[in-house]
């Protein structure tokens, strides 16, 4: 049986540390875009309360994305902090 070290070492959490700040990047900024975008949706419809029955569907599912998105980032910045932290590094800003 292989046995395979559950901890990384200082070169293996680096490249894998940028890889996830990259990922975030990212995920920030479609964040910023479909908030810009469902911000135009409903500027176009007239309808800003999304329990209006009127309010337009390509925001209700721009909504749905967003709030997902935020979740991913969310995960994702807390297992960051966690491995940062574990590995007695400061938290990645």
């Known amino acids: 049986m292989n046995m395979h070290p559950r901890f990384d070492t200082a070169r293996e959490s680096t490249p894998r540390k940028l890889t996830i700040s990259k990922i975030l990047a990212d995920?920030?900024?479609?964040?910023?875009?479909?908030q810009d975008d469902i911000t135009a949706e409903e500027e176009r419809a007239g309808i800003f309360d999304r329990s209006d029955?009127?309010?337009?569907?390509?925001?209700?599912?721009?909504?749905?994305?967003?709030?997902?998105?935020?979740?991913?980032?969310?995960?994702?910045?807390?297992?960051?902090?966690?491995?940062?932290?574990?590995?007695?590094?400061?938290p990645f800003p």
């Open 27 to 34: 995920l920030i900024l479609a964040c910023q875009t479909i």
């Open 53 to 90: 029955r009127r309010y337009p569907i390509l925001a209700r599912s721009l909504n749905e994305r967003h709030d997902n998105l935020k979740g991913t980032i969310a995960t994702l910045e807390r297992r960051l902090s966690e491995r940062e932290l574990g590995a007695g590094m400061k």
